[in-house]
């Protein structure tokens, strides 16, 4: 048995020099606080998604056609963890980069691909992902808004929850229920709703940070035309679990928590502490074979391949480990040193917002049952 | 794979299979040799067999997966650094993390069969959530350790492999801890039993834990270099060491 088969990832010649034209403008347009770097992918701020769309960092492996750059996936590859390790505030295009414009450009009719692609490349139009419902969480299959047809538009009311950032977002990609009376799985189709759209209504829930980062957005009579539908009617659920193989194998997975660790070790330079060297060490090694992981699953569905199980896994455990790293670190830091003041507000803030990390995109509990299933059980 | 790496692994799992944890020096060390494996690493000219770090780490993780109780990783490792030097220290913990690796693979393969068969409550062990969750679990350390050890013998082959032997023996180290406790967990008391195939692998990845570094040994020495070249190096160390 051999449950991850990691190759040798050829990266990319052009890598050291996107690293560094990335660190450049991370440097010049970041976040400088580090507590405002931690997480950061979930940190919206549009200038600075507009400053990568104009450096041709965003939609870069899509076609020229529609505003991409025609690069290769692990060139996408190396900015976005570039960015990641950098806590830059790649929150605003986020979602529409990695999953929507991939998404629109496989299985969108040319109008919504001109609509939105090129927007979204320009970092312009931003996206989020219409899943989750209030009584639909976990058992995704469960969803009840619905899309009916009314002549050749298509009429959506419901509602979705936990939306993150569709307080910004341009449009949203929302899985309905499109077949009066179908159960589960079948009779589901996904939608592109324009958040502008009348009946569409966006409330904030502010998280127990105090922070305004996901919403509840309410469906009343939206009216979309014909076009709206993406992909096939009725395929909707086989659409979207696809698109989940995408959302959970980036290296998002293991870095919200990087920038704590480089506090860690920033704080151990001048803490003296063996014991601090140790945490370093033990988190240094995790760290080395995350992104050995993540990177090698990116290799892979570069090559086309599908490695689900292997890109469940990093979630995992990319997910333990940016969960534990706070918690590590509180235990281990000498809170009563006035230099340690930094690294405390970076722990104090994670330890707040990481019990999300295992939550979003799938939580622990069914990450771990698919796992399961593609060892053989079930 | 190459074809020489296959042809390798080829010849050498039934062997392995064969020996595995009943094998001694005095009865199948000939047979070792005949096939060339403790020259493994010397060159060609040398009478060896010309084999890289990759082709290392099939045969180490594949004396791991089936506990082979003769120390080849050890014979192949002594003949390309001298006794007491780094240089074998460092060699013997990529070893190490490869057996570790293999071991844990079949350990998971022989859980995963076994709560598949074994049934309590009218059905199979594998079918409650909570034998499955722990199960994934192990899995993924496995999959940490061995991916660990494929690092390793990838730094080995572009040079300077320091940290990422350091790296990838103390995460296979910390692999060990998670595997051994869930097999022997779901195994039940016939895993407590000297019959069952599942001591020979678990007791050699305790032992393989401690050999050439454990984990106090490695986060210290990685702690030290890490906290030593500085926080604003780290990312771009890591990334440089690959690009
Ligand atoms: C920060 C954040 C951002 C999010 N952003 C989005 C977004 O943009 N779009 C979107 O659609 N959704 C989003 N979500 C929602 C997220 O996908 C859900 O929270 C997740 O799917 C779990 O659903 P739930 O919260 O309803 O929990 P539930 O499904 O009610 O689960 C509660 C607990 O029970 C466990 N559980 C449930 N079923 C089982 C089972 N069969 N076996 C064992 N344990 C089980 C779960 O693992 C969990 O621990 C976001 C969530 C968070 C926290």
């Given at each position: 048995m051999q449950t991850f088969v990691t190759e040798a990832v050829d990266w990319p010649g052009t890598a050291?020099?996107?690293?560094?034209?990335?660190?450049?403008?991370v440097a010049a347009h970041g976040e400088r606080d580090p507590v405002?770097?931690?997480?950061?992918?979930?940190?919206a701020n549009p200038q600075f998604s507009k400053k990568l769309g104009e450096a041709g960092l965003l939609g870069m492996t899509w076609p020229k056609e529609y505003g991409g750059?025609?690069?290769?996936?692990?060139?996408?590859y190396v900015v976005i963890e570039e960015l990641l390790a950098a806590g830059a505030p790649v929150g605003a295009h986020w979602i529409a980069d990695r999953q929507s414009g991939p998404?629109?450009?496989?299985?969108g009719?040319?109008?919504?691909?001109?609509?939105?692609v090129p927007e979204i490349a320009r970092g312009e139009a931003f996206a989020c992902i219409g899943l989750s419902e209030p009584g639909s969480g976990s058992?995704?299959?469960?969803?009840?808004t619905t899309a009916r047809r009314d002549g050749s538009d298509w009429v959506i009311d419901g509602q979705k929850v936990w939306t993150s950032g569709a307080h910004v977002s341009h449009f949203m990609i929302a899985l309905v229920r499109s077949e009066a009376g179908s159960e589960r799985q079948q009779g589901l189709s996904q939608f592109v709703i324009p958040m502008d759209t009348p009946g569409v209504t966006v409330k904030p829930i502010t998280d127990l940070t105090g922070a305004h980062e996901f919403n509840e957005v309410f469906f009343d009579a939206v009216r979309l035309p014909a076009h709206a539908l993406l992909g096939e009617e009725g395929a909707g659920w086989k659409q979207a679990t696809a698109e989940l193989s995408?959302?959970?194998?980036?290296?998002?997975?293991?870095?919200?928590?990087?920038?704590?660790?480089?506090?860690?070790?920033?704080?151990?330079?001048?803490?003296?502490d063996p014991a601090l060297a140790e945490l370093v060490g033990r988190l240094a090694a995790e760290a080395w074979t995350l992104r050995l992981m993540s990177a090698s699953v990116a290799a892979k569905l570069a090559r086309g391949e599908d490695p689900a199980l292997e890109a469940t896994m990093?979630?995992?455990?990319?997910?333990?480990?940016?969960?534990?790293i706070p918690q590590l670190v509180q235990a281990a830091v000498d809170w009563e040193r006035i230099d340690a003041q930094v690294v405390q507000a970076v722990c104090f803030y994670l330890l707040q917002v990481s019990p999300s990390f295992s939550l979003r995109g799938g939580t622990r509990e069914i990450v771990k049952g698919i796992i399961a299933r593609g060892l053989g059980l079930r | 794979m190459s074809d020489t790496r296959r042809m390798l692994a080829e010849m050498a799992d039934p062997l392995f299979a064969e020996l595995g944890a009943d094998a001694t020096m005095d009865r199948d060390g000939a047979r070792l040799e005949q096939l060339g494996l403790p020259a493994l690493l010397m060159p060609e000219a040398d009478g060896g067999f010309g084999g890289d770090w990759m082709d290392a780490l099939t045969v180490f993780r594949l004396a791991g997966y089936h506990a082979l109780a003769i120390d080849l990783p050890a014979m192949i490792v002594a003949k390309t650094a001298g006794e007491g030097t780094e240089a074998h220290f460092a060699l013997m913990a990529f070893a190490r993390t490869a057996q570790i690796a293999g071991a844990l693979d079949a350990a998971l393969a022989l859980s995963v069969g076994y709560v598949n068969e074994r049934q309590q409550f009218g059905r199979p062990l594998g079918k409650f959530q909570a034998v499955q969750q722990s199960l994934a679990g192990f899995a993924c350390e496995a999959a940490a350790a061995n991916c660990a050890a494929v690092g390793a013998a990838q730094a080995l082959e572009r040079g300077d492999a320091g940290f990422e032997i350091a790296a990838a023996k103390l995460r296979a180290n910390r692999a060990v801890e998670v595997g051994t406790t869930v097999a022997h967990q779901v195994h039940g008391a016939i895993g407590f039993t000297h019959e069952y195939g599942l001591h020979p692998l678990t007791r050699r990845l305790w032992q393989w834990r401690s050999e050439y570094g454990n984990d106090a040994y490695w986060s210290k020495r990685l702690g030290t270099m890490v906290v030593d070249a500085g926080a604003d190096s780290f990312w771009p160390g890591l990334t440089a060491r690959t690009d």
């Open positions: 050291p020099d996107l690293r560094e034209q990335v660190r450049a403008l405002r770097r931690a997480n950061c992918w979930t940190k750059h025609e690069r290769s996936q692990l060139e996408r998404l629109l450009l496989r299985l009719n040319e109008e919504l691909k001109r609509r939105w058992d995704l299959a469960s969803v009840r995408l959302e959970r194998s980036g290296p998002e997975r293991y870095l919200s928590s990087m920038v704590l660790f480089l506090e860690l070790v920033r704080h151990a330079e001048t803490a003296q990093v979630k995992d455990l990319g997910n333990s480990y940016e969960q534990a | -």
